[in-house]
């Protein structure tokens, strides 16, 4: 069985930064992709940014330029660095994987981290 816990979400005015994390645990054998995606209520979940194993990441084009995702092979943990928050990008975010636990691939989703941006 394999887990995403979130953390870092929060409060924050526009302008300012948030950093999320999202560090997987259980049965790995090799993280093939990871990424964050972002709903609102009323509104269907949509992809923010992605990242792959051998480092290809890919974003949602209201973000680019502001935010940033990386990945720690060591740790199993993803960050998404958002920088110049807008009132536009509140929302849930949620952690997703796909993952090789070496006796199948799943696809795994975190419980979700609430990120409000207001002045």
């Known amino acids: 069985q394999v887990q995403l816990v979130e953390s870092g979400g929060g409060l924050v005015q526009p302008g300012e930064s948030l950093r999320l994390s999202c560090a997987a645990s259980g049965s790995i054998r090799r993280i093939n992709f990871m990424g964050w995606y972002r709903q609102v209520p009323g509104k269907e979940r949509e992809l923010v940014a992605t990242?792959?194993?051998?480092?290809?990441?890919r974003y949602l084009d209201a973000v680019k330029g502001r935010f940033t995702i990386s990945g720690d092979a060591i740790k199993n943990t993803v960050y998404l660095q958002m920088n110049s928050l807008k009132t536009e990008d509140t929302a849930v975010y949620y952690c997703n994987a796909v993952i090789n636990t070496g006796t199948m691939l799943t696809t795994v989703w975190g419980q979700g981290t609430q990120v409000t941006v207001s002045s």
């Open positions: 990242i792959t194993s051998n480092g290809n990441e």
